[in-house]
């Protein structure tokens, strides 16, 4: 059955980690659609700076767009509360009961997915689609990997191996950004000078 992916994230801002993996998602052929779900009020994060939901958003758009199989989706900018991925899985479910989901992350969310939100749960829901990090300690992720197998959770790991960027540095010096950032967000940031 064709899977829908939800690429979730705070994308701020939206980098070049996370078009690589828009990339390879694009390129896997069991995937058929891929949703960019910017969260609203990100439950985990604490940063020194967020960028507008409108800027958010946007940027968002812009990456989605050079995808065919990207859309975006502003779920979970239509209810109230902090952004639980547990929640947004059930929403996701129920309005559009036909279809199978995947839930897309990298291998630093997985490192810390046992203090999410109903995780135990959440993990029952849908399968996992799971990139490394070239930063990534592949001894811990890879224990990660075997310790949620063994409590349930269907995890694919995939090949292709995505740049860590920092978005704490980026927000810190945008001058130095240009490297880390898609072109049109890179130019989209510098003529609104979010950061």
Request: glycine residues 4%.
């Amino acid at each position: 059955m064709p899977v829908t992916a939800i690429f979730g994230g705070t994308f701020n801002p939206f980098h070049i980690g996370h078009y690589e993996m828009l990339s390879a998602l694009q390129a896997d052929e069991s995937i058929n659609k891929i949703l960019v779900l910017p969260d609203k009020i990100p439950p985990h994060k604490k940063c020194d700076f967020m960028a507008s939901d409108a800027v958010r958003i946007e940027m968002c758009r812009l990456a989605a767009s050079d995808f065919p199989k990207a859309e975006l989706c502003l779920l979970e900018f239509e209810r109230e509360g902090k952004s639980y991925t547990y929640d947004t899985v059930l929403l996701l479910q129920e309005k559009y009961p036909g279809e199978s989901f995947a839930f897309v992350c990298g291998g630093d969310m997985l490192v810390y997915f046992d203090k999410w939100y109903n995780y135990k749960e959440l993990m029952k829901l849908l399968p996992f689609v799971v990139f490394r990090r070239s930063d990534t300690d592949n001894t811990l992720f890879d224990e990660c990997v075997a310790r949620f197998t063994e409590m349930g959770m269907n995890i694919t790991v995939k090949d292709e191996i995505i740049t860590a960027v920092s978005s704490t540095d980026i927000r810190k010096d945008f001058s130095c950004s240009k490297r880390f950032l898609p072109e049109k967000i890179h130019a989209f940031l510098s003529e609104r000078g979010e950061y």
